[in-house]
């Protein structure tokens, strides 16, 4: 065999050892959902943003008795705290999603992994929010009763009527915000995933 041979016979055999991967435009295609999670993740950031600085005005847009003012501010400092830690915790997810790069499958089932994670995430964080809402509801009516409350707090009667409006305002209000939280994540977020989901199993399948 002469030298002209060998460099053929090693050309063919370096030809065949080369991998092409033949399923990275399958796995490109999630970046297009990703794209809309992260575009949703940043117009809710806003939103919610928003509307924690909307409520710290509360006090003054419905005129608090100073007496509820003390307790107003020491919710109000729980749930921007509460929610400073939420939104750190997305904010880290969406760091990683934009740093990831969809050329393999792994990373394809790591974005998979995290947004499953963070959308569990999600629903713990509309709970956490529960016991804020509910207090400073509860809030707003003592400032809309006031007189009616301090009388009745003097009074030694029980108001079986009051403790079950009680009890039916607390049910509603985590009902509303059970289904709310369910509903936002099924129209912003989890068709999105799932459309990720589809593209691994179809993946999985090959």
């Known amino acids: 065999m002469n030298f002209d041979d060998i460099k053929s016979a090693w050309g063919k055999d370096s030809d065949n050892n080369?991998?092409?991967?033949?399923?990275?435009?399958?796995?490109?295609?999630?970046?297009?959902?990703?794209d809309k999670i992260k575009r949703n993740m940043r117009h809710e950031?806003?939103?919610q943003a928003l509307s924690i600085l909307l409520i710290a005005f509360v006090p003054q847009v419905y005129h608090f008795k100073p007496v509820l003012?003390?307790?107003?501010?020491?919710?109000?400092?729980?749930f921007v705290v509460t929610c400073v830690y939420f939104f750190a915790r997305f904010y880290a997810f969406y760091k990683r999603v934009g740093a990831s790069s969809l050329t393999t499958k792994d990373a394809l089932y790591q974005i998979n992994y995290d947004i499953k994670l963070n959308m569990e995430?999600?629903?713990m964080f509309s709970?956490?929010?529960?016991p804020f809402v509910l207090m400073i509801l509860s809030l707003l009516l003592i400032n809309l009763k006031y007189?009616?409350?301090?009388?009745?707090?003097?009074?030694?009667?029980?108001?079986?009527t009051f403790y079950l409006y009680f009890g039916l305002s607390v049910v509603m209000i985590f009902a509303v915000l059970h289904f709310s939280a369910v509903y936002w994540l099924k129209t912003?977020?989890?068709?999105?995933?799932?459309e990720i989901e589809n593209i691994l199993k179809e993946l999985k399948e090959e």
Do not use: C, G, W
Request: a positive charge.
């Open 69 to 78: 003012l003390l307790p107003f501010n020491a919710i109000y400092i729980l």
């Open 45 to 47: 950031f806003v939103v």
């Open 147 to 160: 007189d009616h409350v301090v009388s009745l707090l003097q009074s030694d009667v029980t108001h079986t």
């Open 18 to 34: 080369i991998k092409i991967p033949n399923k990275i435009e399958e796995i490109k295609r999630a970046e297009l959902p990703l």
């Open 188 to 194: 912003y977020y989890q068709k999105y995933a799932k």
């Open 121 to 123: 995430l999600y629903k």
């Open 127 to 130: 709970y956490m929010l529960f």
